[in-house]
């Protein structure tokens, strides 16, 4: 800053003032300082920045990974969105290692960020929870009873509300036998999920079925809904629908169907669950739950901000956000035209 006062015949101060856009300075000294600053190469230097201002202007997106097409779409929408214009987004994926996510949840980590926008997998909220909160953190899911009183912010996915949803659609298409491939972990959306799907169930007067219920552990896998579906179909039991903990498991369960013979949706209505993008590129296009990923981005970020530019973010109290959803109907559950099938490999 110094070399290009000296260039510009200007102090270094106003310099500052010109890069950072604050002070009074003509518009003629702004334009000495610049032709300075382009003719030395002249490039700011974030980190040292920070170390003066005790800010990065750089947020933290902790994911548990980026091979589920929606971890990736909800990062575009997050790195590109107009609430994060003059933010960098510093990627994290924690590979559902409890000691990754505690990690990036550390008073190390915040030296490098300004805030952290977080989707827990591998920790259980009392685990997160009983970490000390040290910097503005946004987290993605349901806020548990024991957050109300901490400076944590929610945006709350409405899992529950949309399998709710996609199974009623099932049963009035004259679905009577639904199967459901869901996530076991807990507290993760999975049992939110499972808990939209029974309920709807019950509604209708139909029993839940044990025997109709497939877990998996890991429902970002691909292979995961492959195996699933696979299982479902040697027990032989019937059924005339199937709801899907996210549509990575749907579309892995359509490919499985479609080779048994099962065909979708005369023999089997499917839905999944995130509309990703390729939900609407399968054969048959795939109804699912969009629960509204741009909603989701924006939202964060615009609570992430607000907390950073506070003055303590601490002394702001805890929020809680819910983007909604949107059902998007597709060929994959057409209404049915006969009994149940017999769905068998």
């Known amino acids: ?187 993760r959306a999975g049992a939110r999920r499972l808990n939209g799907y029974s309920r709807a169930l019950a509604e209708a007067g139909i029993p839940y079925d044990d025997s109709l219920v497939i877990g998996v552990t890991d429902a970002d896998l691909w292979s995961s809904g492959a195996g699933a579906v696979t299982r479902l179909l040697r027990t032989r039991v019937r059924f005339d629908a199937l709801f899907c903990h996210n549509d990575v498991v749907a579309i892995s369960a359509l490919s499985v169907l479609e080779r048994s013979g099962v065909a979708v949706p005369d023999d089997v209505a499917l839905t999944g669950f995130d509309d990703i993008d390729a939900a609407r590129f399968t054969s048959p296009s795939l109804t699912t739950v969009d629960p509204q990923r741009e909603s989701i981005a924006r939202t964060a970020v615009a609570l992430l901000r607000s907390r950073m530019d506070a003055e303590d973010f601490r002394e702001l109290p805890g929020r809680r956000e819910s983007t909604g959803f949107v059902l998007q109907v597709r060929s994959s559950s057409a209404a049915a035209s006969h009994t149940p099938a017999a769905a068998e490999a």
């Open 1 to 187: 800053m110094r070399t290009v006062a000296e260039k510009a015949g200007v102090s270094a101060k106003t310099v500052s003032n010109v890069i950072n856009g604050t002070g009074s300075f003509s518009a003629e000294t702004e334009h000495r300082v610049r032709a300075a600053i382009e003719e030395f190469g002249y490039k700011i230097n974030p980190f040292a920045r920070g170390l003066r201002s005790r800010r990065t202007g750089t947020i933290a997106l902790v994911l548990p990974n980026v091979h589920q097409p929606f971890y990736a779409e909800l990062a575009e929408q997050i790195i590109t969105g107009p609430e994060t214009q003059g933010l960098k987004v510093l990627v994290e994926t924690t590979r559902a290692s409890a000691d990754r996510e505690r990690t990036v949840l550390s008073t190390s980590h915040g030296e490098l960020v300004d805030g952290v926008i977080y989707v827990p997998q591998a920790l259980t909220p009392e685990e997160y929870l009983a970490l000390p909160v040290t910097q503005p953190t946004v987290v993605l899911g349901e806020r548990p009873a024991g957050a109300a009183g901490l400076s944590l912010d929610y945006v709350e996915i409405a899992d529950e509300q949309g399998a709710h949803a996609a199974v009623s659609h099932l049963l009035a298409q004259g679905r009577r036998r639904i199967a459901a491939i869901c996530e076991q972990a807990e507290p």
